[in-house]
């Protein structure tokens, strides 16, 4: 991984596919990833690929991210002079995309943010009165809550449960191999938390934490950790952890009202709000804004 020099961090938290942990994942894996800086201020990692006779084609995922001081003029100049091809834009900015020659060819999504508080009452006086009794419950069950570094070995079953939960529901995450390089590279900041009945685990989620903010990667619950309001009560762990070490805020991932209803009521019902992100834009050699 190649770091060049960035003049200061950018003001917000940044996203997963931005930080300096995902670039040491990915070059675990063998893949070329470059954190640049932007002229003007910001910075923006960038995956380089070969691809035949397009040569090599650099793709920013959540990004680039600016200084939030830094004008529209040079934002533009910034991302006409980073050479990149294609972007998941993280900010929902069509105008100045355009501007630095980009065409869109996808929608933006949107994702659930939950802002992190080291008040633990806090923290619950943002959830959702339902949502909030769901861990009320959930706490009343006797659930033993276990926090550990990310382990091939010691998690195999919770990988194989969120493998065959992709299958049964038909979607598609990224890959556990980028999470286990992760967890390689950035010793402690690949989170398993666990629920157990007793001896048996009848929830857990993967948490990625990066710089002031964290990503909820993988979570999984069977109909016993459903049944006991497991989930809740494990993201509300996870939450006051996170807070106690400096997290701000922690990522939900997308929501899917039409699709996936049931799973964004719950993101939504955590207290957390909603970020749209840019949508998929490319710029091929040769296109001028």
């Known amino acids: 991984m190649l770091m060049r020099p960035v003049m200061a961090p950018p003001d917000p938290p940044l996203p997963l596919q931005q930080s300096v942990g995902f670039a040491r994942a990915l070059t675990r894996l063998g893949r070329r990833a470059e954190i640049e800086a932007l002229q003007d201020g910001g910075q923006v990692l960038v995956v380089s690929r070969p691809l035949g006779a397009l040569g090599t084609v650099r793709f920013a995922s959540r990004g680039p991210v600016f200084h939030a001081d830094t004008p529209p003029a040079a934002r533009v100049a910034a991302l006409r002079a980073a050479n990149l091809h294609v972007i998941n834009a993280e900010e929902d900015d069509p105008t100045l995309l355009r501007a630095a020659g980009f065409r869109r060819v996808m929608t933006p999504a949107t994702r659930a943010v939950l802002p992190l508080d080291p008040d633990p009452d806090r923290q619950l006086a943002l959830c959702h009165p339902a949502w909030r009794g769901n861990v009320r419950q959930g706490r009343q069950r006797g659930l033993r809550i276990k926090a550990r570094p990310l ?48 001896a048996t685990p009848v929830a857990a989620m993967l948490i990625l934490r990066h710089g002031r903010a ?75 804004g």
């Open 151 to 198: 382990c091939p070995r010691r998690d195999g079953w919770f990988l194989a449960a969120d493998r065959e939960q992709q299958r049964q529901k038909r979607f598609r995450a990224l890959p556990h191999a980028v999470s286990l390089a992760f967890a390689d590279a950035n010793p402690g900041d690949a989170l398993v938390l666990t629920a157990l009945e007793g």
């Open 214 to 288: 964290a990503t909820y990667q993988i979570a999984w619950s069977g109909p016993r950790g459903r049944s006991l309001r497991a989930h809740p009560v494990l993201l509300m762990a996870a939450a006051q952890r996170l807070a106690a070490s400096g997290v701000t805020e922690l990522d939900l991932g997308t929501i899917d009202t039409d699709a996936a209803a049931g799973l964004a009521r719950f993101k939504l019902g955590s207290g957390a709000t909603v970020r749209r992100l840019g949508g998929t834009w490319v710029r091929l050699p040769g296109w001028h």
